[in-house]
Nanobody
Framework: QVQLVESGGGLVQAGGSLRLSCAASESIFEIDAMGWYRQAPGKQRELVATISRGGRTNYAGSVKGRFTISRDNAKNTVYLQMNSLKPEDTAVYYC?????????WGQGTQVTVSS
């Protein structure tokens, strides 16, 4: 079982930046893909960005050009750099790891963007 621990959330003003981190309990070489999802109050969880083992990335249209997902294989960590934050980015952000058709989730970290 893959354990994931997110960090880096907080309160930021609109236009500001945050970097989220997701540390995995095992080598991310063994993980097929990792990603960030978010869930705002009263809304369904949605995909933000994913990165494959080979480094291929995918972004939701609402964050493309503002957010960047990356990985540090040596640290077993995936990052989400969030720039030009907007109030509508406010949500709990979750890290997910997909391995052998099983998805593992972190506990989430709150991001709040004030206007």
């Amino acid at each position: 079982q893959v354990q994931l621990v997110e960090s880096g959330g907080g309160l930021v003003q609109a236009g500001g930046s945050l970097r989220l981190s997701c540390a995995a309990s095992e080598s991310i070489f063994e993980i097929d893909a990792m990603g960030w999802y978010r869930q705002a109050p009263g809304k369904q969880r949605e995909l933000v960005a994913t990165i494959s083992r080979g480094g291929r990335t995918n972004y939701a249209g609402s964050v493309k050009g503002r957010f960047t997902i990356s990985r540090d294989n040596a640290k077993n960590t995936v990052y989400l750099q969030m720039n030009s934050l907007k109030p509508e980015d406010t949500a709990v952000y979750y890290c997910k790891a997909d391995r052998r058709y099983i998805g593992y989730w972190g506990q989430g970290t709150q991001v709040t963007v004030s206007s």
